[in-house]
């Protein structure tokens, strides 16, 4: 009786861990893909397959700031395209007047 008790828990522990093998493959793979999917989205390493995940990272990092600094660029080009309307409307408005 003593005997079957260890046999049970060995194979126990082989199911355990060949559940726990299939999952961390899983794991890894869905990291790997998404490691790709976020490669094919920088200019930079998109064309680049054999790209380290470092510099997939690095890469990724610099970009977001790119397009942050851009975005804050042309949030500000836009009010002061906003306020010249404002002006321009206004003047417009002024020279009818006068005209009326």
Same mark, same amino acid.
């Given at each position: !009786? %003593?005997?079957?008790?260890?046999?049970?828990?060995?194979?126990?522990?082989?199911? #355990?861990?060949? *559940?726990?093998?299939?999952?961390?493959?899983?794991?890894?793979?869905?990291? #790997?893909?998404?490691?790709?999917?976020?490669?094919?989205? +920088?200019?930079?390493?998109?064309?680049?397959?054999?790209?380290? #995940?470092?510099? +997939?990272? %690095? %890469?990724?990092?610099?970009?977001?700031?790119?397009?942050? *600094?851009?975005?804050?660029?042309? +949030?500000?080009? /836009?009010?002061?395209? !906003? %306020?010249?309307?404002?002006?321009? #409307?206004? /003047?417009?408005?002024?020279?009818?007047?006068?005209?009326?």
């Amino acid at each position: !009786r %003593k005997c079957s008790s260890p046999r049970t828990s060995d194979t126990e522990e082989n199911d #355990k861990r060949r *559940t726990h093998d299939v999952l961390e493959r899983q794991r890894r793979n869905e990291l #790997k893909l998404s490691f790709f999917a976020l490669r094919d989205q +920088i200019p930079e390493v998109a064309n680049n397959e054999k790209a380290p #995940k470092v510099v +997939i990272l %690095k %890469k990724a990092t610099e970009y977001v700031l790119s397009i942050q *600094t851009d975005e804050h660029r042309l +949030i500000a080009e /836009k009010e002061q395209l !906003r %306020k010249r309307r404002e002006q321009l #409307k206004h /003047k417009l408005e002024q020279l009818r007047n006068s005209c009326a």
